[in-house]
């Protein structure tokens, strides 16, 4: 069983930054994409961003590009989400997620999760 535990969230101004950081308790995530969700109150988990074990292949969802950058320090076993030009409507649970096969934008294609970190962007 894979642990995810992230870290990095808190509370910022609008146009500030924050990076997020994910790492696996207790094993390596190698051969595992990684993966950001997040959750704002009321709505639904939607995806951030993707990236491939390798590194090569990256997903972003529209409302984040251009802002945000995924990257991943395999021999710290840790993924990172930066996050650039925050807007209040960042404002959301992050959760970071990972699965044992390639990119995927979908919540269900992911088999592990962790518990979230509080990001709130005030305006």
């Known amino acids: 069983q894979v642990q995810l535990v992230e870290s990095g969230g808190g509370l910022v101004q609008a146009g500030g930054s924050l990076r997020l950081s994910c790492a696996p308790s207790?094993?390596?995530?190698?051969?595992?994409?990684m993966a950001w969700f997040r959750q704002a109150s009321g709505k639904e988990r939607e995806f951030v961003a993707a990236?491939?074990?390798?590194?090569?292949?990256?997903l972003f969802a529209d409302s984040v590009k251009g802002r945000f950058t995924i990257y991943r320090d395999n021999a710290k076993n840790t993924a990172y989400l930066q996050m650039n030009s925050l807007k209040p409507e960042d404002t959301a649970v992050y959760y970071c997620?990972?699965?044992?096969?390639?990119?995927?934008?979908?919540?269900?294609?992911?088999?592990?999760w962790g518990q979230g970190t509080q990001v709130t962007v005030s305006s």
């Open positions: 997620a990972a699965r044992l096969a390639g990119l995927s934008r979908y919540r269900g294609d992911y088999e592990y």
């Open positions: 207790g094993r390596t995530f190698r051969n595992y994409a």
């Open positions: 990236q491939s074990w390798t590194g090569d292949g990256t």
